[in-house]
């Protein structure tokens, strides 16, 4: 399988963009990236909780946007653009009160005006927390 990345990611260029953001304020790190897809991890933690003290569903949100966003920022056409989101849903599917999420984001459409990504969280014993879907709409910057 050939990359779809037009701007190849690396751990470390999607870690310093994303300093002084809600991405490093909530503690996502960037784990891994394939020829299709971005990963990265959330604590569970007091950033990331809701006042039951489990898993908030909007720190889900948060991080399926970013991994989505990030991942359609790396596979633009056209110099001159920007991917930026225009639609998220996520289901919630079970609750986590400690240690990581992972989220994965692959692609279900790279268009040349809408990108539609697909973000799976799972817990660190690899049970699904949530998934999200975001359609991103590429406007000229």
Aim: glycine share 10%; aromatic share 4%; net charge negative.
């Amino acid at each position: 399988m050939s990359s779809i990345w037009t701007i190849t990611p690396t751990i470390e260029s999607m870690t310093e963009h994303s300093l002084e953001t809600a991405v490093s304020h909530m503690g996502i790190e960037f784990t891994d990236v394939g020829d299709d897809y971005i990963s990265a991890r959330m604590p569970v933690d007091e950033r990331t909780v809701q006042p039951h003290r489990i898993l908030h569903g909007g720190a889900s949100v948060v991080l399926a946007e970013t991994l989505g966003s990030v991942a359609a920022n790396h596979c633009l056409r056209k110099e001159g653009t920007a991917g930026v989101g225009l639609e998220i849903n996520a289901n919630h599917i079970r609750s986590v009160s400690k240690g990581w999420v992972h989220g994965t984001a692959r692609p279900l459409h790279v268009g040349g005006s809408t990108q539609v990504w697909e973000i799976r969280i799972e817990t660190d014993e690899g049970k699904l927390v949530c998934v999200s879907r975001i359609t991103m709409a590429v406007i000229n910057l």
